[in-house]
């Protein structure tokens, strides 16, 4: 019983998923102090928890903008629903927005790709 309130726990308070990004983030900068850098980081995760913005991320503009190109090799200037969806889900995110502007028409633009 004692195991399973654990991992309950875990999963409630998505600890794995806050490691996952803990590690990786170390590993993308690898920081000369990484105990400060651990610090620093939580400290922006929990100012963008409450201010809502400014989530210390791996990609940046120019790697969001690679992905949508991959998606849209032909340069419509669009993705349909479905390469949104996936690409959402492949990246890791969660709580996306799952009828976008544009969905009603299968076209997705690059600014509603990046906002998400």
């Known amino acids: 019983p004692r195991k399973d ?3 309950e726990y875990l999963k409630t308070h998505k600890i794995e998923e806050l490691f996952h990004n803990m590690t990786s983030q170390l590993i993308y900068n690898e920081p000369s102090a990484p105990k400060e850098f651990l610090i620093e980081t939580l400290e922006k995760l929990q100012k963008s928890r409450t201010t809502k913005m400014e989530y ?5 503009e120019s790697n969001i903008n690679s992905i949508f190109g991959m ?3 032909v340069n419509k200037g669009y993705i349909t629903l479905q390469q949104y969806e996936e690409a959402m889900t492949t990246l890791g995110i969660q709580n ?3 009828r976008p502007p544009g969905h ?3 076209k997705i633009t690059p600014d509603i790709f990046m906002k998400e």
């Open 96 to 98: 996306f927005d799952q």
């Open 56 to 60: 210390p991320c791996l990609f940046d």
């Open 5 to 7: 309130e654990a991992l």
């Open 104 to 106: 009603d028409v299968n």
């Open 71 to 73: 998606l849209d090799p």
